[in-house]
């Protein structure tokens, strides 16, 4: 079975600052590991994913994030915060799963970002 | 197009109303799912469909009723419903790829409020 423990529920930062939202994960096999943002009243956006092919990955909206298996964290980070990186973000983890044509995600709590100016 | 669409964007419906929401892809993705999102919690899965079969029920009351017509399209239908049903609800969808990648890409939902 595979979990993620998102730590602090509330990031705030600065407009410019460095944004570092934390993400650990358990899983008995190597994992697919996921960022989604989700704004006010919207659906999940993937921001980006893991899927092996390198350690640290880039995504959308210049946030990238560092696949670490000897601390099995994935954390999200962005050199400098917008306003308009104000937003819920999840992390989540799908497990390689042979024989199915479909994946189980597995989130965790949220984090909610808030950008001050 | 890595667009999913949902209609109704909101629904208000009585506890003893009959409706449907309805989900739609054109990627091409052969997995379709539903999530019900409560207020600041993670996405809760509910139904998956892979080739238009039910694959996967997370012991969802039997109000909830899901129907995948097609490989496009994903309704679920509502019946009886408690006020404790008010929520988001979110369709997504994927690529059956291999070695369980199933990047899921997520439709805006339906805000439901039951009364």
């Known amino acids: 079975a595979q979990s993620v423990t998102q730590l602090g529920s509330h990031v705030s930062v600065s407009e410019g600052a460095l944004v570092l939202l934390r993400c650990n994960y358990s899983?008995?096999?190597?994992?697919?590991l996921f960022w989604y943002v989700q704004y006010p009243n919207q659906g999940l956006q993937l921001l980006l994913k893991y899927t092996s092919a390198a350690t640290l990955v880039k995504g959308i909206n210049g946030f990238e994030a560092e696949f670490k298996k000897s601390e099995t964290s994935f954390h999200l980070t962005k050199p400098s915060a917008h306003m308009s990186d104000a937003a819920e973000y999840f992390c989540?983890?799908?497990?390689?799963?042979?024989?199915?044509?479909?994946?189980?995600?597995?989130f965790g709590q949220g984090t909610i970002l808030t950008v001050h100016p | 197009d890595t667009e999913v669409t949902q209609t109704p964007k909101h629904l208000v419906m009585g506890m003893t109303n009959k409706k449907s929401l309805k989900c739609e892809q054109h990627m091409g993705h052969r997995a379709m799912y539903w999530y019900k999102q409560k207020a600041k919690k993670p996405p809760e899965l509910m139904f998956v469909y892979s080739y238009e079969k039910l694959s996967i029920n997370e012991s969802v009351p039997s109000r909830f009723s899901p129907e995948c017509p097609n490989s496009s399209l994903l309704n679920l239908h509502l019946h009886a419903l408690q006020p404790e049903d008010s929520a988001l609800y979110l369709c997504?969808?994927?690529?059956?790829?291999?070695?369980?990648?199933?990047?899921?890409?997520f439709g805006p939902g339906t805000r439901l409020t039951v009364t």
């Open positions: 997504a969808s994927s690529h059956p790829g291999t070695g369980g990648f199933y990047e899921q890409y």
């Open positions: 899983s008995s096999v190597p994992p697919y």
């Open positions: 989540a983890v799908s497990v390689r799963a042979g024989g199915t044509s479909y994946g189980k995600l597995t």
